[in-house]
């Protein structure tokens, strides 16, 4: 059956069936719902957890697009559960998504963020080989580490040279601190799994694309801590920040919150993900960057610009004293290090999907902060005016 769909190329689409692992996650929720909001393929969605997908999982009204029988959840763990063979089978191409993530794991649980960045992998990369299935492969920006530039004198001219920073999949270098500064731990394991599935593409013929995601960020990123996820859990930045600003507290500045990053917003992003998913042709054997080269901003700045944008949404003034310093030891513990600056080249997705961003920072923080406000700021008011058992 066709969905009267046509790819880049003026094919028309067929329906296929996804089996997307890690798919109750901040992604793989808004990747789902565009999948069952705008196209009729399949998605038999995997993951321990499923509170991010509930809404798609209730029965669905009717029409073209109802998605009542296009999703199905498996809750299972894929680093012992035998049906993940059989899921795969099932489908056309497999997302893989599942991962530790957030940087407060990778210097404290080094040895699960290697076994669930590289070795839980494996399965997936041999049971896609195996039976001939494409395989979509989540993989990060933090593969590149650092950038040649931050290696120059600080008053180098040099250091105003894209050819020292910019990202470029085909070109940069992977350059990661020493064993000791265990945060390294995740991007190792991420580029030794990005360099097996190159390998069982050049020697046994899987169709594979891999995504380097540039710190996409937007509603239902991670937890607000002691709300829907642990009190002493240390999200990614955007959750740490929203939380501050939820409490009205100040941001907390690591290492005076001088790195760099580039955000999307995550709906840009699926965007991305699903021109690849729609046009294999363009999209097999590539590594695409997918961030938005035009919304770099220093953590700094990044805290100033949310302070700015939740008193506008929340309507509340902001405190004396928005923000202070931390130190990484402080903050992440021992093993901290960071990734100066994150530009991606973006010639190669341009070049293949025609894909752009479009979002600006303050647009997508006005959303996400909109959203974080509807969400929190009641269960936050209410966490805070209970009694501490004494
Ligand atoms: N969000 C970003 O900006 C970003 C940036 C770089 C890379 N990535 C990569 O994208 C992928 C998704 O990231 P995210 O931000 O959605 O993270 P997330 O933590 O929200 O989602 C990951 C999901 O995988 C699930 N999962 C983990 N281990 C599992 C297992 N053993 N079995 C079953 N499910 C398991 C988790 O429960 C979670 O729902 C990850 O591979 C991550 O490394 C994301
Ligand atoms: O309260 C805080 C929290 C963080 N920082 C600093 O912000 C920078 C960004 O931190 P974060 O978003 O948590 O993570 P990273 O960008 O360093 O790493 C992610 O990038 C992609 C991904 O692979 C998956 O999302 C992940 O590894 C950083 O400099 C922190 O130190 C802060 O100042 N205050």
Redesign the pocket.
């Known amino acids: 059956m066709a969905s009267g769909r046509v790819d880049l190329d003026g094919n028309p689409i067929k329906p296929i069936t996804i089996c997307m692992i890690g798919a109750g996650g901040f992604i793989g929720s808004h990747l789902c719902e565009k999948l069952m909001n705008e196209t009729p393929h399949r998605v038999l969605a995997v993951d321990v957890y499923n509170d991010k997908i509930k809404q798609l999982l209730e029965p669905s009204g009717s029409g073209e697009l109802s998605w009542a029988d296009r999703i199905q959840f498996h809750r299972l763990n894929i680093k012992n559960d035998s049906r993940l063979e059989g899921l795969i089978k099932m489908a056309d191409l497999t997302i893989n998504l599942a991962a530790i993530?957030?940087?407060a794991d990778y210097n404290t649980r080094p040895l699960d963020t290697i076994y669930s960045n590289f070795i839980d992998a494996l399965p997936v990369v041999k049971y896609c080989s195996e039976n001939s299935k494409r395989l979509i492969h989540f993989s990060?920006?933090?593969v590149y580490g650092k950038t040649i530039g931050c290696f120059l004198p600080k008053d180098s001219p040099l250091r105003q040279d894209p050819a020292y920073y910019v990202l470029k999949e085909d070109a940069s270098p992977c350059i990661f601190g020493p064993i000791e500064k265990q945060r390294w731990s995740?991007a190792c394991a991420k580029q030794l799994i990005e360099r097996l599935i190159y390998a069982e593409g050049a020697e046994n013929g899987l169709e594979f694309t891999i995504v380097r995601?540039f710190?996409w960020i937007g509603p239902r990123m991670d937890f607000i801590p002691g709300i829907d996820g642990p009190s002493e859990g240390v999200p990614?930045?955007?959750a740490?920040?929203s939380n501050n600003l939820l409490r009205r507290e100040p941001?907390?500045?690591?290492?005076g919150?001088q790195?760099q990053?580039t955000f999307i917003y995550i709906k840009d992003a699926i965007e991305a993900v699903l021109l690849m998913i729609e046009n294999p042709a363009r999209a097999n054997g590539q590594i695409f960057n997918v961030g938005n080269p035009n919304n770099e901003v220093t953590?700094r700045q990044l805290a100033e610009m949310m302070t700015q944008v939740y008193s506008k949404v929340s309507g509340e003034s902001s405190i004396e004293t928005p923000s202070v310093d931390v130190s990484?030891k402080e903050?992440y513990g021992e093993g901290y290090d960071?990734?100066d600056k994150r530009i991606p080249d973006m010639t190669i997705i341009n070049r293949q999907l025609g894909w752009n961003p479009k979002t600006s920072l303050w647009d997508l923080l006005e959303s996400t902060l909109t959203y974080q406000h509807r969400t929190y700021a009641e269960a936050i008011k209410k966490a805070i005016s209970k009694p501490v058992a004494s």
């Open positions: 993530c957030t940087p990060t920006c933090e995740y995601p710190n990614r930045v955007l740490c920040f941001l907390k500045l690591v290492d919150g790195s990053r953590v990484s903050f960071d990734s």
